[in-house]
C-alpha cells in the first residue's frame, strides 16, 4: 500500500503521521505494526492518523507500535498541531483536535514570528478508580496505595489523562529495570484495559525526572501524558508544587495544574523527515 507520511517526535517520542484527509489506508491496526518495526518499516512508537470531525478542526487517531489503538498521546498532540499549520490545513494557532480521551486544545506560542513552543490545554485528570479503570471500589482515588508484584509491594498513583497511567516514585532511577517491572505492572490484573508506567524521581518540588513504560509500545523517550500524570500523582502526594518541569529521556515538558483544574503541558515538536511509504 502506497501513501505519503512524515515523521516527527515530541522529545524522542516518535510518530509516523498520514494525512487521512488526502490519504487512504486499509487497515490502521496492521499498518501501524508494519510501519513502526525499526529494522522492516519506517520506524516509531506510532502511527497517527490526521481525520476529518464534526467536532473539532481535526481528528487524530494514534496507533501504537503493536497495533493497539490509543486513547490520547500528548507528544503526538503537539506534534499534530504542528503539522495542520505548516502543511497550510489550517491556519489557526488554536485549534482543537478530537480524540478517544475527548477534545484537546493545542496552542502554537510564538514570539517574534518564530516559533516558541507548542502549549495543551490537556482537560481535566481523572483520579477514581471506574475512570483509569483499575480494579475496586469504582468512587476511591488510588494514591500511595500498595501494588505487589513478584512478592513486592510497591507504592502506586493512578491517574488518567484520558488513557491510564501508574506513577511510582523512586529514590533513584538509574536503578529501576523498565522493561522488566514496567511489563509487569502494565498488564497486571488490577488495570483491566492494561496502564502506562511512570517512575519519578522528585529532584526538588519544581524539579521530576521521570521514565516511563507506555502501554502498547514498551520504552520510550518521552511521555507526554505520563508527565502530566506524574505531576498530579506529586502534588496528590504532597511531592511538588502545582506547576514543575518533567525531565524525560528525550527532554524537557513544563506542566502546569491550573486553578480550573486542567493540566497545561508545554514543549517541542519537530519533524524529522517526509517521504512515501511504499
Request: glycine share 10%; with cysteine; net charge negative.
Amino acid at each position: 500500500m502506497k501513501f505519503n507520511f512524515s515523521k516527527w517526535h515530541g522529545l524522542g517520542n516518535d510518530f509516523v503521521i498520514v494525512n487521512g484527509l488526502e490519504e487512504k489506508i486499509d487497515n490502521y491496526n496492521e499498518m501501524a505494526i508494519q510501519v513502526c518495526d525499526r529494522y522492516f518499516g519506517i520506524g516509531a512508537d506510532g502511527l497517527v492518523v490526521i481525520l476529518p470531525s464534526a467536532v473539532a478542526d481535526f481528528q487524530m487517531r494514534i496507533f501504537n507500535s503493536d497495533g493497539s489503538e490509543a486513547e490520547m498521546c500528548g507528544n503526538v498532540t503537539r506534534c499534530i498541531a504542528r503539522y495542520v499549520f505548516e502543511y497550510g490545513l489550517t491556519n489557526k494557532k488554536k485549534i482543537t483536535l478530537e480524540t478517544k480521551a475527548g477534545l484537546i486544545k493545542p496552542e502554537l506560542i510564538f514570539m517574534d514570528d518564530v516559533l516558541s513552543t507548542i502549549r495543551v490545554d490537556m482537560g481535566e485528570p481523572r483520579l477514581k478508580r471506574g475512570e483509569l479503570p483499575m480494579v475496586g471500589n469504582e468512587d476511591e482515588q488510588v494514591v500511595n496505595e500498595v501494588l505487589e508484584i513478584d512478592g513486592t509491594e510497591h507504592r502506586i498513583t493512578g491517574v488518567s489523562m484520558g488513557n491510564p497511567h501508574c506513577i511510582l516514585f523512586v529514590d533513584d532511577i538509574t536503578g529501576i529495570n523498565l522493561s522488566d517491572i514496567g511489563a509487569k505492572i502494565e498488564t497486571h490484573a488490577a488495570f483491566p484495559k492494561k496502564t502506562n508506567v511512570e517512575f519519578v524521581q522528585v529532584l526538588n518540588k519544581q524539579n521530576l525526572r521521570m521514565r516511563v513504560w507506555e502501554r502498547g509500545a514498551g520504552v520510550t523517550m518521552a511521555c507526554g501524558t505520563g508527565a502530566c500524570a506524574t505531576l498530579v500523582a506529586a502534588v496528590l502526594n504532597g511531592k511538588t508544587d502545582r506547576q514543575a518541569t518533567v525531565e524525560l529521556d528525550g527532554g524537557q515538558l513544563l506542566i502546569e495544574w491550573g486553578s480550573d483544574n486542567h493540566i497545561y503541558m508545554s514543549g517541542p515538536a519537530v519533524e524529522v523527515f517526509r517521504g512515501t511509504y511504499l
